[in-house]
């Protein structure tokens, strides 16, 4: 039984490949994901292994919220250094003065995110090196005038030795001339990020006072316990002033995150590997039953000859584990190659993964094996408990008869069963507005789909009926014949469709919910009346000088640039921000509504405007006087660096106005004037400004804002759409991203439908050649095909997109506990898209198929030479 | 059923050709067909010229391995010729290409095949109306049902192939092969796979259909009595024809087949 196992493997090639392929694309999927995640480890690993190498403790600096020109010191000081070096046991003290530095490229854009452009100082040794940041090009920055840029960081920005660099720390442009670069293991930096060095002196005063340090590297003699070393060097140190971390504890801290981050990333690849089995299981499952359909007699010849019921079903369940073998081992070697190309991918989304050799583990190569072949035996179980019912007389009976197809009543009562169930506690999860509803909604969707699948033959038929009517009309010949063969198996139409439905209702449900989540955003943007063209904000508020907003007015094309300043207050009873604007100007960036008073009122100095919802918080009215007091502290003001308010604690001001609630001013407002007096200090002047363009002028307008601020690389200006995408998270990278993953789920439903045409032509061989012979044309019968093949894609298609609609109407309940402003809508577009792809997709299956069926001589396929 | 007058004798229907009784539908010239080269070359026809006569009943009778498939499939334009001419009509088959030799079929000839005449899928009417649709064309309703009635497949036509018998599906192949009029219909061992009182009533219905619509009919069989209800029986032995009979009778043609075996044992 074994060898006529092993024989049906390898008669048919093309067929084996064509199967095979559903496994391989799963095993591979798997394999990759394992791969890449050892991989990407193990390459974090190095860097920070990297990173702390030679560091037994780190002492660091505690520095408050420190304003530009504040003259401080740390208390990590040259003293303190010297006493820390000669205790027992310790090596070296490195210290250093750290900070960031925003470099400005040669086109005047700031380089790298704001956490990773760092600025240090660069210790050169007797010898003028220094051997952490060890020279690529030039020498060591060793005056005020001189940087030294990380290499990768001097090349983007296009800068050569002996060019000036632009770059800001806290405050106005400076620039320095480039006189070499270094490398650096710093992590931040090798994943994506800046560093540039100053001389010890120049980086002292940039970042951590004259003469002190932000943090000491201790190293420690052979034998020394670090985490000893570490108490010993904590109580030396002055009190709340600085801390002390051992080497090993620093390790350890990024050790876990970075298992953590490895482990969700591929955590979340092998959700879409599952996927990509679960529809590959499908096509293997429905590739046997035409398989043992199409064996019956073969099957009873055995069963007549005495083969046992057993050893039919054995042979079958055999010549799956070889197929899945083969797969598997192919699908380890596509596997190889995902693992390579998953880097490039996810780090084009925006992660910033570290180079790393491929780490192989021979365990990927197990699991890789273990899952590709059980997979492959469980799809083809029940095909093979079908095959042995096969009666041993079937191989007597002279006619080739079509096994009577089997009642669909059982099925449609089960698929009734679990859709009803699932439908029902959808329904319930739509009544849900919390996240408790989340494990319901999981149970509920699979059930939708299990029972979406079950259900799929009775639903093909008045589907396919359906659009079959449409094509007679337009082939009158073609389009009925590849109707009835589709109606002709509902089973084998429904399994071929059932992989691409899975597949579409992923992806039509995760687009619904994107498309949501942006209407919802669009909708909020609309009703909080954030109305201005662009966003000029800075880092940390630094950047924007006092008189910035009346610089960015005078820019031609500029309408209105109105300064937002918020400091935290009281208002009556509890914390809110009080926001200080140009209020003549304000209802030109912001729809401003007043319910009662008008903007007018609130112009005068002493008086205030707020908001709906404080005022009925309060229960204020227009025309009371209202108490307000300064924190003088950072708190209230929500998502906004507050000014530290000076001057009086308190204030009583007369409420000129009551507006309805407005993201810009989200409580209370005042003219700049009358807030003057309680922001102080004159870099905090402006947290963000809002301009608003004439019309008509608002298109590229962000490079002229930028260079009437001097061309700060701290300053950031954002348009309405960058304002749009940060307010809907990064949905649509997501959305991108899982398209490209769930585009492999549709590359092995494609695979299903050829495999499927393939064998459907090769069954009616004999009809085709009849058919040619009473006239017709080649071009026809490839029409057939092909019209088959887009029927049961387009079907597939409609039921995925039907099916993933209705998960993500009611699963998007869920989503808006924790996303507000999430609005359901459907992306008819995109639907309209999918549809089209799936047509194309039935089209391109059907090439190969069509083509074999075209080629078939009437006399031959009729089998009468 | 009557057999005795299946077809109103004054058929309502055009009978094309009816001024020249004598007009050729088909005509083979120094026909030849090789299949093979060198050690394995075979040649099935060996230039056989013969007319099909319009509005006659021709039988091909023959040994197996004698050619008379390959005659058949060759004038159906179903086969290449190797050498010589096969003509339906004024149209020379040599000189159509695949989609010109689709289109005669489609339009022109008629086929009545063993078994697997019918599509699974559709039902009786749907597979007497399969030519006209492929050729894009309304059938002439008006004849179908004459057709239709005539077959006596009035009760049937919404079956499935899998829901009639096999005489019914056979008649079902006829009245399809008749429904698109064609200039001739080729029948191959149409009875093969019939019973007896089956096969009889088949081969009726194709007989009188000759006289009535004018239609020409050519018969593959081996079966002398099927045979028998030509009007002429030509016999094939060695890919050359080898005799001719006018009117057979069952005993005349087994009579020549058996003249024929004892002539190829002596061989």
């Not at chain 2, 007009?23 to 050690?39: D, I, N, P």
């Not at chain 2, 028998?228 to 032995?237: H, M, N, P």
């Amino acid at each position: 039984m074994l060898r006529t196992a092993l024989r049906n493997v390898f008669a048919h090639k093309a067929r084996l490949v064509m199967t095979a392929l559903a496994i391989i694309l799963g095993t591979a999927f798997v394999s990759g994901t394992l791969i890449f995640g050892d991989t990407a480890g193990n390459a974090y690993r190095n860097v920070s292994a990297k990173n702390y190498r030679g560091v037994a403790v780190l002492v660091t600096a505690n520095e408050g919220i420190r304003a530009p020109g504040d003259q401080h010191r740390t208390a990590l000081d040259e003293r303190l250094a010297d006493k820390i070096r000669a205790l027992p046991g310790v090596a070296s003290v490195r210290p250093s003065a750290t900070g960031y530095a925003t470099i400005a490229d040669k086109k005047q854009r700031p380089m790298g995110e704001e956490w990773q452009s760092l600025g240090a100082d660069f210790t050169p040794g007797k010898d003028g090196k220094d051997s952490r940041y060890p020279l690529t090009s030039g020498r060591g920055p060793a005056a005020a005038d001189e940087i030294a840029l990380s290499t990768k960081a001097a090349a983007d920005g296009g800068y050569r030795l002996g060019d000036r660099v632009r770059f800001a720390i806290d405050g106005p442009v400076l620039t320095k001339k480039l006189v070499g670069t270094v490398d650096t293991t710093d992590p931040r930096v090798t994943s994506g990020g800046t560093l540039a060095l100053f001389d010890t002196a120049t980086a002292q005063r940039l970042y951590s006072g004259a003469g002190s340090f932000s943090e000491f590297s201790v190293g420690a003699r052979p034998g020394v316990d670090d985490v000893e070393l570490t108490e010993r060097i904590q109580r030396m140190l002055p009190e709340e002033k600085a801390s002390a971390q051992s080497g090993s504890e620093l390790a350890r801290i990024q050790a876990d995150e970075i298992t953590m981050s490895t482990r969700s990333l591929t955590k979340s690849l092998m959700v879409f590997a599952g996927i990509a089995l679960f529809v590959g299981a499908f096509i293997v499952a429905n590739t046997f039953t035409m398989l043992i359909s199409q064996r019956r007699r073969e099957i009873a010849l055995l069963r007549a000859v005495g083969a046992s019921r057993r050893q039919v079903v054995r042979s079958t369940l055999v010549e799956a584990a070889v197929l899945g073998l083969l797969a598997s081992v192919a699908g380890f070697v596509l596997g190889l190659g995902v693992a390579l190309g998953l880097r490039p991918l996810l780090n084009s989304t925006g992660a910033h993964l570290p180079d790393g050799p491929l780490i192989v583990e021979p365990a990927s190569f197990g699991y890789a094996l273990v899952i590709g072949v059980v997979v492959t035996v469980l799809s083809a179980w029940l095909p093979a408990r079908r095959a042995a019912r096969v009666a041993p007389v079937e191989a007597l009976s002279e006619i080739d008869q079509a096994p009577a197809q089997r009642s669909l009543v059982v099925r449609g009562v089960i698929g009734a069963v679990l859709g009803g169930a699932g439908v029902a506690t959808m329904f319930y999860v739509a009544t849900k507005t919390s996240s408790e509803g989340i494990n319901a909604g999981m149970a509920g969707s699979a059930l939708v789909l299990a029972g979406a699948a079950v259900l799929a033959p009775l639903l093909s038929r008045p589907l396919v009926t359906f659009a079959g009517k449409g094509l007679a009309r337009m082939f009158p010949a073609s389009g009925r014949l590849a109707t009835r063969n589709a109606l002709r198996n509902p089973r084998r139409t429904a399994a071929t469709a059932s992989a691409l439905m899975i597949g579409l209702t992923l992806i039509t449900g995760l687009t619904v919910l994107g498309h949501s989540a942006t209407l919802g955003v669009d909708k909020m943007m609309e009703r909080q009346g954030l109305t201005a063209d662009y966003q000029v904000s800075s880092e940390g508020g630094w950047g924007l000088g006092k008189d910035a907003a009346g610089r960015l007015s005078a820019v031609p094309g500029v309408a209105a640039a109105v300064p937002l300043r918020t400091v935290g207050v009281d208002l009556g009873s509890d914390a809110g921000g009080l926001t200080g604007t140009d209020v003549s100007n304000l209802g030109k960036v912001a729809g401003l509504r007043f319910t009662s008073g008008s903007a007018e009122a609130v112009r005068a100095k002493n008086t205030i405007a707020v908001s709906e919802k404080t005022a009925g918080e309060r229960g204020l009215r227009t025309g009371q006087r209202l108490k307000v007091t300064y924190n003088g502290d950072e708190s209230g003001a929500e998502d906004e660096k507050p000014g530290r308010a000076k001057g009086p604690k308190t204030a009583t001001y007369t409420i000129g106005g009551i507006y309805t609630d407005n993201e810009v001013v989200p409580k209370a407002f005042v003219s700049l004037a009358t807030i003057a007096s309680h922001v102080n200090q004159p870099s905090l002047a402006n947290e963000r400004i809002l301009v608003k363009a004439e019309p008509g002028k608002a298109s590229g307008l962000a490079d002229k804002l930028r260079s009437a601020l001097g061309s700060n690389p701290l300053v950031k200006v954002k348009d309405q759409s960058v304002l749009r995408a940060e307010r809907s998270g990064s949905i649509g990278d997501i959305l991108n991203m899982t398209y490209g993953l769930l585009g492999m789920a549709l590359v092995i439903a494609v695979v299903g439908v050829v495999n499927t045409l393939a064998m459907s032509v090769f069954e009616r061989t004999r009809e085709i050649g009849m058919l040619r012979a009473i006239g017709l044309a080649r071009r026809d019968v490839k029409r057939m095909v092909r019209l088959e093949s887009v029927m049961i894609c387009v079907f597939g298609a409609v039921l995925g997109i039907v099916v993933g609609g209705f998960l993500a109407w009611s699963g998007g309940h869920l989503v808006k506990s924790s996303f507000p402003a999430y609005e359901f809508g459907l992306p008819w577009p995109r639907i309209g898209l999918f549809l089209l792809i799936a047509l194309v997709v039935g089209v391109l299956a059907a090439v190969w198929p069509a083509r074999r069926a075209g080629r078939l001589s009437p006399l031959e396929s009729m089998g009468v030479q | 059923m009557s057999r005795s007058a299946p077809f109103p004798t004054s058929a309502p229907f055009p009978t094309s050709g009816a001024a020249a009784p004598v007009a050729v539908a088909a005509r083979a010239t120094e026909l030849s067909k090789v299949y093979g080269q060198g050690e394995t070359r075979v040649v099935a026809l060996d230039a056989v010229s013969v007319e099909f006569r319009r509005a006659e009943f021709t039988a091909i009778m023959g040994p197996s391995g004698s050619g008379k498939s390959t005659l058949m499939h060759c004038m159906a334009g179903l086969d290449s010729l190797s050498s010589g001419s096969a003509r339906i009509g004024d149209v020379e088959l040599a000189s159509l290409n695949d989609r010109e030799l689709t289109r005669l079929r489609r339009g022109r000839v008629g086929f009545v095949f063993q078994a697997f005449n019918l599509l699974p899928t559709l039902n009786a009417i749907e597979n007497i109306t399969l030519p006209m649709d492929i050729a894009g064309r309304r059938p002439d309703q008006a004849w179908l049902d004459q057709i239709v009635a005539t077959m006596g497949l009035s009760a049937r036509l919404t079956h499935r192939p899998s829901q009639l018998s096999g005489g019914q599906q056979q008649r079902v192949a006829v009245a399809r092969a008749l429904a698109s009029q064609p200039e001739i219909i080729f029948a191959d061992e149409p009875t093969g796979n019939l019973d007896s009182r089956s096969g009889a009533e088949l081969l009726g219905f194709l007989q009188e259909s000759v006289p009535a619509l004018r239609q020409t009919v050519v018969m593959v069989t081996h079966d002398p009595v099927a045979a028998s209800y030509a009007d002429r029986v030509i016999f094939l032995a060695d890919g050359r024809i080898v005799d001719e009979l006018r009117g057979p009778s069952a005993d005349a043609v087994l009579d020549r087949m058996k003249a024929f075996d004892s002539k190829g044992r002596t061989n």
